[in-house]
């Protein structure tokens, strides 16, 4: 099994910036995928971003590229979100996920709230 733990989320205004970490423990050798998605109030869950964890390589949804980054750090099984130019459409709550050929494994989630 693989845990995923999320920080870093909380309130900011629309414009600003939050980071968001995802500590993954346990089987992380099962871990070739992370990514970040979130589910607003009344919406789906979508996807946000993911990153290879060997290659490092990099895919975002529209809706975030040139505002969002994501990155990993191998040495502490963390993967991060940088959000910036936050806006209120941003609000939801976010979660990282983790997996082999699909997300298997998830987060318990983290709010972000972006006020105007």
């Known amino acids: 099994q693989v845990q995923l733990v999320e920080s870093g989320g909380g309130l900011v205004q629309a414009g600003g910036s939050l980071r968001l970490a995802c500590a993954a423990s346990?089987?992380?050798?099962?871990?070739?995928?992370l990514g970040w998605f979130r589910q607003a109030p009344g919406k789906e869950r979508e996807f946000v971003a993911r990153?290879?964890?060997?290659?490092?390589?990099?895919y975002y949804a529209d809706p975030v590229k040139g505002r969002f980054t994501i990155s990993r750090d191998n040495m502490k099984n963390t993967v991060y979100l940088q959000m910036n130019s936050l806006q209120p459409e941003d609000t939801a709550v976010y979660y990282c996920?983790?997996?082999?050929?699909?997300?298997?494994?998830w987060g318990q989630g983290t709010q972000v709230t972006v006020s105007s």
């Open positions: 996920a983790a997996g082999f050929a699909s997300f298997d494994y």
């Open positions: 346990g089987r992380t050798s099962r871990i070739i995928t």
């Open positions: 990153i290879r964890w060997g290659s490092g390589s990099t």
